[in-house]
């Protein structure tokens, strides 16, 4: 696989900067793959808020999907007809341009000049070279790369491999449907402020992050239907127990892809909520779920949510 060949670097943000979460916490992991087709639910994961006369709908997506995950549950078609304009994590366009593209790349760089084989023990180096070779790349070509800028790359692979596209995601999905349909679109942060939290997530230790994302591929089948399963039943518990289970190893991650977000997000959202007119706010499962996950932050200031 060479760089710029198989690996979409053009697809947005969102997908490389949730990816590498997938790999470390296995959070998205499992919320974005495997089709669970003709499976009916008793909930979708998609809430509607109500505040006096507003009305205000929040779905978590799945940033890459296969052609066999859709349709989508019914909830989406429902708050996607009834508002006048979609929120995203960020704006879709602007991520997909070849400046950023070029910064995000920048991003996954070696900060300190030294490689991947002097960064890294000899043993974890060898176990990340045999991966590369069996998927049909060189980690020659993968030298500048940070230790956590490679292991997006690692999921990356592992992920197309699969047959796994943002293509296929949620938000790109809607964010094309939208258009077509002459919808107002928006994003809660810029594609700049999201570069900020990939670059400032924090390292801790560079063999056990290879070594972890690496030991994780074997399961990745298997625990991504699962997670897909609870996305699609709008099943927080579940969510929040693939959020949460490995947060303990890489606490700096977790806080910068997760908790920092989520925080600046509900202000913004609040907001919405409050003014008039119909949106439509999309974003990550992942941060959905848990204390301070978005829905349990709307709940605690006291909106009404129900589930659709």
Known sequence: MHMGGNIQYREYSNTLRDLIMKRIFGVFLAVCFFAVSAVTYAAAPVWKVTYEKN????????????????????????????????????????????????KMMQAMMSKDGRTLKQTLKEDTYNKLSDYMSARGSFIAQFAQFSPSGVCLMVAMMELQFMGQSPEWGVDVVYSRKAKLDGKKLAGLETVDEQLSFFTDMGQGDDDELVLYTLNDIDKMK?????????????????????VSQDKDKFPQMHKALIADRNNNWVPKIEKMIKAEGTEFILFGAAHLSGKQGVIAQLKERGYKLEQL
């Open 222 to 242: 298997s625990y991504i239907q699962e997670l897909k399963r609870v996305w699609r039943a709008g099943d927080l518990a579940g969510i929040d127990t693939a």
């Open 55 to 102: 009305i205000t709908y929040i779905g978590g997506t799945v940033h890459l999907l296969a052609a066999e995950d859709h349709p989508l549950p019914d909830a989406f078609e429902t708050a996607y007809k009834q508002s006048a304009s979609l929120i995203f994590e960020t704006d879709i366009d602007a991520a997909s341009t070849p400046e950023f593209q070029a």
